[in-house]
């Protein structure tokens, strides 16, 4: 059986939970919850050395970070990862994009809201750009889906669990205003509704 | 032919340019350089909402952004993108980790230290924890590097592609101290010693 560590309140490690529900792959779970220590153990260090989770352990012992790199491998040959060369990159593109402009804002504020540890930054001049910035990554959503139903076209990808991972919680936990962006909400209705949908408080008890 | 809008100075379009030239394939270059204000004109941001370089636009005008989306979908199929399912997936995590974790350290940091509109922000408190992070990043690929040869096996990806756009100028443009990490320094030459290899400055003129 694989083995995933994940972080029960993350929504890098809530991805690779969404995608192994709806494929209904069984799966060892450890938590590694923030301030639980786990990531920086001696143990969990030899297996990924940036210390960070989501992390999938093979049933042969092989690793892989990176929660998107991990759904593009789980999703691989199924319905979530498209087999048309452009369709695939635009999956990618979104996925890239979301690490680099959408995370870094929304998932990063909403951290500071949610972590005690993190109650430091919680000053206007780092709040603030993030709002700016995590408001201009959802506009660029809000563009795409109102020509799509989904992110990379008119079906459910990858693309789609990776974005959600972060997005549906950006309102409730990082104060953003969602109210703006109608077609996020309405697209964040349609991820639920997909076959298999389940909550971040999932852990794989099946 | 395929045309590629890429800023001449960027290690994100770098990348680009260096897989084409590799692969051999023509393209018409569009020069996007910081402070042309190219990427704002309306022309460019119905191509591109998200206003960023590099772009790819095929013969049929189908678009593509994100650097490390443009890099799979053009080496798909050759010798940059292995076929192995696991090994693609390593290449993928670098190329994640790359976008969430060096270039926001790394390509920050050198942006701050080269462009003139950000010299505002050449501030101890702005600097510093960048270094940090870039230094942390660049031993994250020490680590890797002690152990195979390339990024994800012992032959070359786009992962390092990908990878090398702002490494090979970390020093030089961002300050990072490149002395610390001597496995970083020997792959460096691995790459530029690759068959088809430019500088930063080619922009395609074949």
Same mark, same amino acid.
């Given at each position: 059986m694989i083995t995933l560590y994940s972080m029960p309140s993350s929504g890098n490690s809530y991805k690779v939970r969404l995608l192994l529900a709806k494929l209904g792959l069984p799966f060892r779970h450890v938590a590694a919850e923030a301030g639980s220590g786990v990531t920086q153990s001696p143990e969990f260090l030899a297996r990924n050395p940036k210390g960070k989770v989501p992390l999938l352990e093979l049933e042969d012992g092989r690793l892989l970070s990176e929660s998107n790199a991990i759904l593009l491998f789980l999703g691989d040959?199924? *319905?979530?990862?498209?087999?048309?060369h452009y369709t695939r990159a635009l999956v990618h593109s979104w996925m890239f994009w979301e690490q680099n402009a959408h995370e870094p804002s929304i998932a990063v504020r909403s951290a500071i809201l949610t972590y005690e540890d993190r109650a430091?930054?919680?000053?206007p001049d780092v709040l603030d750009p993030l709002l700016e910035q995590g408001h201009r990554a959802l506009q660029v959503m809000e563009t795409q889906l109102r020509e799509t139903l989904f992110l990379a076209g008119e079906v459910l990808t990858v693309a789609d669990l990776c974005l959600y991972g972060y997005t549906h919680s950006a309102g409730a936990k990082?104060?953003?205003?969602?109210? *703006?962006?109608p077609e996020v909400e309405r697209w964040l209705e349609r991820v639920e509704a997909d076959p298999g949908h389940v909550p971040i408080t999932w852990l794989g008890d099946w």
């Open positions: 040959g199924t *319905r979530y990862v498209p087999q048309g430091h930054l919680r000053r990082g104060g953003f205003d969602m109210a *703006r962006f």
